[in-house]
């Protein structure tokens, strides 16, 4: 029998990247909140690669940042290299990446949530739901605390039954060998949560001493890195590099060799992988003319010779991985530290989760990161910030927050799992937003702020400071329409100089914006700019100029999706009695069980047709809620 171990208003199960960005969000705004997790020198840990953003997946981090949340503060501290990727492309594309000193991550991301009021960290393993009147109300740990609250939070990561494989061993274990979370497993599909079983895996590391870095390619970092969060402004970390090499013919000869031990191929793994995230072995099989393939050496951390072997990703054997990593230019003679594996997990069916991540089966019952089937710790943040959002709010009495996918990732996140669901795991690609120009890495809190502040993650001097910035875009623009350009000596020899059309006659400094060559500095060098305009806000008047007519043909787009999205779906609708709908549109809605017409036309198996029978439908619904008054 259990004992009382506490009273909370959230309970969050598992430190990891969902777990700390829960835990955070549901403290700071003022519900008591107890954040248990495995082990303490684990949170925030980086079982994979040592490194935070790149496409959408950066544009989340800010995300997360503009509305209050940790990632992106966190890995500002503790980056050993920052890349601005895409800088060649429109800004819809543009996305930071940084190498994390993944130890000097964990440390910080401790000690913040350790001194986060409101928030209790602690060691333990929950094994089971404290269920009463069909809602959760608390959890049951290994060592029979019993903890109780109004919200639960579950984010266990590659935890749920983990099982790791290293080609003919398989064994019972999280990530790094940390303890699996069994019983919890069994608690939640006791519940009535349909799991799925997903895999992913990691690369050897390998000690840099033994690197022959002269066969290899430097990567530095940017030279004026840019940050993830608004509040950084200045950072003196020393960046490291990372290092390019290629696999060879000899790389693919030993895994072509050994491909009958690989378990990838002799059907040991059962789990589903990532398809954007595919192992060395994988490549090797489905890109068979490709000759080589990139390898990225990449430091674990400043304090330690560990590197990370980026696009070594395997589960074979352990001695069959040595092979592997000695026929590539550079690692010849390389030490092994630590040998690369797959992991299988259970995760939960996302169409079972209202897009507050609440579950449906079970009212208090909420669940964040990759047990909703993503792959990706910024993926998982991004849920993580939700689902404590939500649990606090749910608690507190106050309305649910749904980020909406013209207003983030997060949304798009979000919409496709809870709408879609996923048969692999789940990785944010820019081409999964259909609004990516509004979307973009330099706007993020343009777009979440606001929110940000409402729920009272956002401080009033942040608040403050991204008001005034709002207002200065604003005034720069509107002061730049005033500024008169005329075809004087001076404005035709700087046009001239930057290769684009003469004027014949005056016209105004916003206009020549508009060209493509030209660009804000050019602007300076016609009009002084106000003092106090940073070089942000000069980008964003930049982009917000240039891009002026893309980003309104969005902004229509996402009115009239706004239309869609306002036509609420009763909760009671019964679509067995909806006529002429398809029997899969029936089956499909009735599962999902929409919010909205605008999700609802986002299920798969529902056509355009099912949409206007339903429209239909529901307007003879409402008359008639209408007339019975
Ligand atoms: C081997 C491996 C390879 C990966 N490869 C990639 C990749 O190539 N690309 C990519 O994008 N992502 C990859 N990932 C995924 C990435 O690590 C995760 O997406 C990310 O860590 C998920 O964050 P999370 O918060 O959901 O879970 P996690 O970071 O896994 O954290 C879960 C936390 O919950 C705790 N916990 C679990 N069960 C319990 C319990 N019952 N009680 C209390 N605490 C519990 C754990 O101790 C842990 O702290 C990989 C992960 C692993 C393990």
């Known amino acids: 029998m259990g004992y009382q171990a506490g009273n909370f208003d959230v309970i969050v199960v598992g430190a990891g990247h969902a777990g700390c960005e829960a835990a955070l969000a549901s403290a700071r705004m003022g519900a008591e909140t107890l954040l248990l997790t495995i082990n303490l020198d684990m949170v925030a840990f980086m079982p994979c690669n040592p490194s935070i953003g790149g496409p959408a997946k950066g544009h989340v981090v800010r995300e997360i940042d503009a509305l209050g949340g940790e990632m992106g503060r966190n890995i500002d501290k503790t980056f050993i290299q920052m890349r601005m990727l895409n800088t060649g492309k429109g800004p819809a594309v543009h996305a930071l990446r940084a190498q994390a000193d993944k130890f000097l991550y964990q440390h910080f991301m401790k000690k913040t949530i350790e001194e986060t009021e409101h928030l209790t960290l602690r060691q333990g393993m929950a094994e089971d739901l404290i269920i009463e009147d069909g809602a959760c109300v608390g959890i049951v740990t290994k060592t029979g605390a019993e903890y109780r609250a109004k919200a639960v939070v579950v984010t266990t990561g590659t935890y749920l039954r983990g099982k790791v494989i290293m080609g003919e061993l398989m064994y019972e274990s999280g990530p790094n060998n940390q303890q699996p979370s069994i019983k919890l497993s069994e608690s939640l599909r006791n519940l009535g949560l349909q799991l799925v079983r997903f895999k992913t895996g990691t690369p050897p590391r390998v000690h840099g001493d033994t690197i022959d870095f002269s066969k290899t390619e430097i990567q530095p970092g940017d030279e004026k890195p840019k940050f993830f969060s608004y509040e950084t402004e200045y950072s003196d970390n020393e960046q490291l590099p990372c290092w390019l090499t290629y696999t060879s013919e000899e790389t693919h000869r030993i895994i072509s060799d050994n491909l009958h031990r690989a378990p990838m191929f002799s059907g040991a793994i059962e789990g589903t992988g990532p398809k954007y995230c595919p192992s060395i072995e994988d490549k090797i099989v489905r890109f068979a003319d490709k000759p080589k393939h990139q390898i990225f050496l990449e430091p674990e951390g400043k304090n330690t010779s560990e590197y990370y072997v980026q696009g070594l990703s395997t589960s074979m054997p352990e001695d069959v991985q040595l092979q592997i990593l000695r026929s590539i230019p550079g690692l010849e003679n390389v030490e092994m530290m630590r040998t690369g594996y797959a992991i299988e997990y259970d995760a939960v069916v996302p169409t079972q989760l209202w897009p507050t991540l609440e579950t449906k089966v079970v009212p208090g019952l909420f669940t964040a990161g990759q047990i909703n089937g993503t792959s990706g710790y910024e993926e998982a943040a991004g849920q993580g910030i939700m689902a404590g959002i939500n649990a606090g709010r749910k608690v507190l009495g106050q309305t649910p927050v749904i980020i909406d996918r013209s207003q983030g990732y997060i949304g798009v996140m979000i919409d496709d799992l809870v709408t879609k669901g996923t048969t692999e795991p789940y990785r944010l690609l820019t081409s999964r937003a259909e609004y990516r120009l509004l979307l973009r890495h330099d706007n993020a809190d343009l777009r979440l702020t606001p929110t940000g502040y409402e729920i009272g993650l956002i401080s009033e001097e942040r608040y403050a400071k991204f008001t005034t910035k709002k207002a200065m875009v604003e005034q720069e623009i509107d002061r730049l329409k005033a500024v008169k350009v005329r075809p004087d000596e001076d404005v035709l020899q700087l046009l001239e100089e930057i290769g684009t059309a003469p004027i014949q006659q005056s016209t105004d400094a916003l206009s020549l914006l508009r060209r ?23 980008e964003q008047v930049e982009i917000q100029i240039k891009y002026a007519g893309y980003i309104e043909k969005q902004q229509i787009q996402v009115e009239r999706l706004a239309k869609m999205e ?26 999902i069980r929409p919010l909205s017409i605008g999700q609802a036309s986002r299920i798969g198996g529902v056509t355009p047709a099912d949409i206007s029978i339903l429209l239909v439908y529901l307007e003879h619904y409402n008359k008639v809620i209408a007339a019975r008054g």
């Open 516 to 538: 493509p060559e030209f660009m804000y500095e050019h602007v300076e060098r016609l009009s002084q700019s106000p003092e106090a305009l940073t070089e942000d806000m000069k």
């Open 566 to 591: 306002k036509k609420r779906i009763p909760d009671d609708i019964d679509y067995s009695v909806v006529t002429n709908l398809s029997k899969e549109a029936k089956a499909n809605l009735s599962t």
